[in-house]
């Protein structure tokens, strides 16, 4: 069996715009189906991508939003957002969609997936995982 | 190769791989046609699978890869269908491949 290793993806960008966030979120989804273990950190601009209630509808692409709530279905439970960039945007948790997963060593119970963590802390979290893929 | 599904005298488009262009296209009439080409005899656990993936499709906007579906399936239905054997006897060539073709969403992310 091949070595599991530990991918941290890191979103930075504004969810519109660029194509940057809907190709990370693919990318997470095509990595995470392969079975390896998938973070996801949000920082920056990258936290709007986790602000509910986007409207699509006069930007003519496709709301993709959802398929963020989907991610717990892929065994992503590691979903790191950056206090600091949130609070230099106006924003707190409250603000962001909800995240979860079932935890299979607690009886399956449901989860929220987002853990806030200091800059120091995403530091850490950085130099922990094995591979880092930065949009 | 693109070409055309022909339901009802209309030409529907489809890929190359033959996942339909425009997803506004799907009907159960056009479902039957695709299931046709890839040599599915429509049942009732056949249209149980599909309904489930458009559900699936319309509340997270993507199609599920198979490990996700068998899940989701295992969840809604029971351990009985909710695992590989069931889906692969009834899509041969791959549950989330073929169904989602049927269903008239996109090929699954990280499918092969």
């Not at chain 2, 009732?44 to 699936?56: A, I, P």
């Not at chain 2, 899509?91 to 699954?108: D, H, M, R, V």
């Amino acid at each position: 069996m091949s070595e599991v290793k530990n991918f941290l993806y890191v979103n930075r960008k504004a969810p519109h715009g660029t194509i940057y966030a809907l190709e990370s979120l693919e990318v997470v989804l095509i990595g995470a189906a392969f079975e390896q273990d998938v973070a996801l950190a949000f920082l920056d601009d990258g936290v709007f991508q986790l602000v509910k209630g986007w409207d699509t509808s006069e930007l003519g692409v496709k709301n993709f939003q959802p398929a963020y709530t989907a991610l717990g279905d892929y065994d992503i439970s590691k979903v790191y957002v950056e206090r600091e960039s949130l609070e230099e945007r106006g924003l707190t948790e409250d603000d962001l969609i909800e995240m979860t997963y079932e935890d299979e060593d607690d009886d399956w119970a449901e989860k929220s997936s987002i853990r806030i963590v200091s800059r120091e802390e995403m530091a850490q979290i950085m130099r922990d995982s094995d591979v880092i893929l930065s949009f | 190769m693109s070409g055309y599904y022909e339901v009802d005298g209309k030409q529907v488009p489809h890929d190359e791989e033959g996942y339909i262009t425009n997803l506004s296209d799907w009907s159960k009439e056009l479902a039957e046609v695709i299931a046709k080409e890839e040599g599915i005899d429509m049942t009732d656990e056949h249209w149980e699978v599909v309904n489930f993936l458009r559900e699936y499709y319309d509340e997270y906007q993507i199609a599920p890869a198979i490990r996700v579906l068998v899940k989701a399936m295992k969840k809604k239905f029971g351990p009985e269908k909710g695992n590989n054997k069931y889906l692969y006897e009834l899509f041969p060539y791959g549950p989330a491949k073929q169904a989602c073709k049927i269903a008239g969403l996109p090929k699954p992310t990280g499918c092969v």
